[in-house]
Nanobody, 125 residues
Framework: VQLQASGGGLVQPGGSLRLSCAAS????????VAWFRQAQGNEREFVAA???????HVSTSVKGRFTTSRDSAKNTWYLQMNYLKPEDTAVYYC????????????????????WGQGTLVTVSS
């Protein structure tokens, strides 16, 4: 299984970007998918996650601005990021697990066994 993350780039504050995370080698019928990010000089942090699209958990810092979705036909998940702020600047990673973790566990990095390569998001004027 491989994950290909894409969609990063330079955007002005208040703008939007949609990140994609495409899976190849396996079609997930049961899954937990998460997005993490790592700003320069900081530790990687949890952003958002979804479990079979029936449970979603987002961090306080992006709540109300970021949402997750999936296109099952394309085996691809998305992170829609709106009202971006300079502090959202980071490398964003997607990760997937073939298990449906409960809401309280969706943000735990070690539970995800497949990771994408990361895509850089820069929010700047």
């Amino acid at each position: 299984v491989q994950l290909q993350a894409s969609g990063g780039g330079l955007v002005q504050p208040g703008g939007s970007l949609r990140l994609s995370c495409a899976a190849s080698g396996r079609t997930f019928t049961s899954y937990s998918v998460a997005w993490f990010r790592q700003a320069q000089g900081n530790e990687r942090e949890f952003v958002a996650a979804t479990r079979n699209s029936d449970t979603t958990h987002v961090s306080t810092s992006v709540k109300g601005r970021f949402t997750t979705s999936r296109d099952s036909a394309k085996n691809t998940w998305y992170l829609q990021m709106n009202y971006l702020k300079p502090e959202d600047t980071a490398v964003y990673y997607c990760a997937v697990s073939g298990r449906r973790w409960n809401s309280g566990s969706l943000g735990v990095e070690r539970l995800y066994d497949t990771w994408g390569q990361g895509t850089l998001v820069t929010v700047s004027s």
